[in-house]
T-cell receptor
Framework: GAVVSQHPSWVICKSGTSVKIECRSL??????MFWYRQFPKQSLMLMAT?????????EQGVEKDKFLINHASLTLSTLTVTSAHPEDSSFYIC????????????????FGPGTRLLVL | AQKVTQAQTEISVVEKEDVTLDCVYE???????LFWYKQPPSGELVFLIR??????QNEISGRYSWNFQKSTSSFNFTITASQVVDSAVYFC?????????????FGKGNQVVVIP
């Protein structure tokens, strides 16, 4: 299989603090990791794409200085929401793809369970 | 630019009725993949199906079936004999490129409510 975990699953923090969310591929090496954000009752929107060892590519409208992404290894990417504010409260979901051989791996990406962030 | 449209926002059906979710996509790529995901209240995305742009064969899997028509750029999803456990948000998504593991563009989602 191809399992992706996220930690923490829930986080509540005060306005102005920074929050780090981890995304790990547990049984495969992730070539690329994607970070999506989902506001209540809305769709998932891609925030950024990260490749191991290189800078993340951010989507238009996403502040790269506020949402810091570090992809230090082939199994771990982190998203840090710096100086979080209530409007950053959202559901953050990561996904990962792999170059492992086999069409089933190449044809899809694997999603983590998501992290709910509530900023008070 | 890739775009996915799911026009219906919330659909309510009585248990055992069929429900069809419409998905229309836009892309300039000739190779792409289409997906359907289910998102229950827990939030985790559950993969249902993927189709590549070269495979227009419709598929049935249990109570789920999919109708892919390139001529109308549609990839519709039907749940037959709906059950309460089918209540969830369903997303259609598009990935451009030859592999299907590229960035995804999601539609707005269909909230399906199955009434017992």
């Amino acid at each position: 299989g191809a399992v992706v975990s996220q930690h923490p699953s829930w986080v509540i923090c005060k306005s102005g603090t920074s929050v780090k969310i981890e995304c790990r591929s547990l049984d495969f090496q992730a070539t690329t990791m994607f970070w999506y954000r989902q506001f209540p009752k809305q769709s998932l929107m891609l925030m950024a794409t990260s490749n191991e060892g290189s800078k993340a590519t951010y989507e238009q409208g996403v502040e790269k200085d506020k949402f810091l992404i570090n992809h230090a290894s082939l199994t771990l990417s982190t998203l840090t929401v710096t100086s979080a504010h209530p409007e950053d409260s959202s559901f953050y979901i990561c996904s990962a793809n792999t170059e492992r051989e086999g069409n089933s791996f190449l044809e899809t990406q694997y999603f983590g369970p998501g992290t709910r962030l509530l900023v008070l | 630019a890739q775009k996915v449209t799911q026009a219906q926002t919330e659909i309510s059906v009585v248990e055992k009725e069929d429900v069809t979710l419409d998905c229309v996509y836009e892309t300039r790529d000739t190779t792409y993949y289409l997906f359907w995901y289910k998102q229950p209240p827990s939030g985790e995305l559950v993969f249902l199906i993927r189709r590549n742009s070269f495979d227009e064969q419709n598929e049935i899997s249990g109570r789920y079936s999919w109708n892919f028509q390139k001529s109308t750029s549609s990839f519709n999803f039907t749940i037959t004999a709906s059950q309460v456990v089918d209540s969830a948000v369903y997303f259609c998504a598009l990935s451009e490129g030859p592999y299907g593991n590229n960035r995804l563009a999601f539609g707005k989602g269909n909230q399906v409510v199955v009434i017992p």
